[in-house]
């Protein structure tokens, strides 16, 4: 099955979505985040782990490096180009991402929603596999709110989830379904945390922030 069992961020790279016109209100309006700090020169340092499922946790010696180069316009928007590795996904170099705050969400450049800090109710994003006419997953993406603070290298952190639900439509013996794909983002920090995992694995591997530079244009 090779990569149909892998899943994790860039996953979301390839689904289709549709931004929802109704949104939930900010907690506290008179409050300005920026959960996603878009500005040429910011950057983000990544190390990997792997947690089995009694949550023992070992250091996997991979890295990631993800820097904002410049911007793009594509059909009259500003898009942020990020750079870098993203690890199982790209082993090289190169282009990760495109995206852009478009005010109450972040968009990448094939119009999915990535993150929002108002809505928590909608479906965001989603995507259905289908194999030689089965449906493998489901992959549906909501925004959630944490009620702990997460610890990662570079710190501690108040965060908001961008979460996905992954339900298979196959029982696999010892694997939870469903699981989840969880991505942190902390107000002036961006993304601090996020998970991956094959889906034939009740393990998990976590990509945890080292060191950043998140300053808002």
Not at 57 to 62: A, G, N
Request: hydrophobic letters at 35%.
């Amino acid at each position: 099955m090779r990569n149909l069992f892998l899943l994790g961020l860039i996953l979301a790279l390839a689904i289709s979505c549709k931004k929802k016109e109704e949104t939930t209100p900010p907690d506290d309006p008179g409050v300005t985040f920026n959960y996603f700090p878009m500005k040429t020169g910011n950057y983000w340092v990544y190390r990997h782990y792997d947690i089995d499922t009694l949550g023992h946790v070992t250091e996997i010696p991979l890295t990631d490096s993800v820097v904002i180069t410049g911007d793009s316009m594509i059909n009259g928007k500003r898009y942020f180009v990020f750079e870098g590795t993203n690890f199982p996904y790209n082993h090289n170099w190169g282009i990760v991402d495109m995206l852009r705050d478009s005010g109450d969400y972040v968009v990448s450049a094939n119009g999915i929603i990535r993150f929002s800090q108002k809505n928590f109710t909608d479906i965001l994003a989603s995507k259905t596999e289908i194999i030689s006419g089965d449906t493998l997953y489901t992959l549906n993406y909501r925004m959630e709110k944490t009620d702990s603070t997460v610890t990662v290298p570079a710190g501690v952190f108040g965060a908001l989830n961008y979460r996905g639900t992954v339900k298979t439509w196959m029982k696999l013996p010892g694997i939870q379904n469903p699981r989840y794909l969880n991505t942190y983002y902390a107000d002036n920090a961006g993304c601090i945390l996020q998970t991956y995992f094959f889906l034939n694995n009740p393990n998990f591997s976590e990509k945890r922030l080292v060191r950043y530079r998140a300053v808002a244009e």
